[in-house]
């Protein structure tokens, strides 16, 4: 499995959208999965970290359209912007 900028990228995008690895496996036809599996589950390798990216990315975008909403009036939206960042609040604890 050859890590071009291509592939990390790709990776990147699947972060985004919180695909499991068996999933990324079959959309991008990988064809070692027990390496990608491996390389997936190591929090310090690149594809971990691309992974990572794209949750992040995810998650930040999401932050910036509800916090948008709330400012303009739409309290449900404060009320799970403020719930998503006490629940990153936690989880930065945790770790």
């Known amino acids: 499995m050859e890590l071009t900028e291509e592939f990390l990228k ?3 995008q699947m972060g ?3 695909y499991p690895p068996e999933k990324i496996i079959n959309v991008l036809d990988i064809e ?3 390496k990608f599996i491996k390389e997936f589950s190591n929090k310090n390798s690149k594809v ?3 992974y990572q990216k794209g949750v992040d990315k995810a998650d930040y975008m999401i932050d ?3 916090f948008e909403m709330a400012k303009n009036g739409v ?3 404060l009320d ?3 719930e998503r960042k006490y629940a990153s609040l936690r989880e930065q ?3």
């Open 10 to 12: 790709k990776i990147t």
């Open 16 to 18: 985004t959208l919180g």
């Open 32 to 34: 070692d999965g027990d």
């Open 48 to 50: 971990q970290k691309h």
């Open 64 to 66: 910036i359209k509800l």
């Open 75 to 77: 309290l449900k939206a």
């Open 80 to 82: 799970r912007y403020e």
């Open 93 to 95: 604890k945790t770790k």
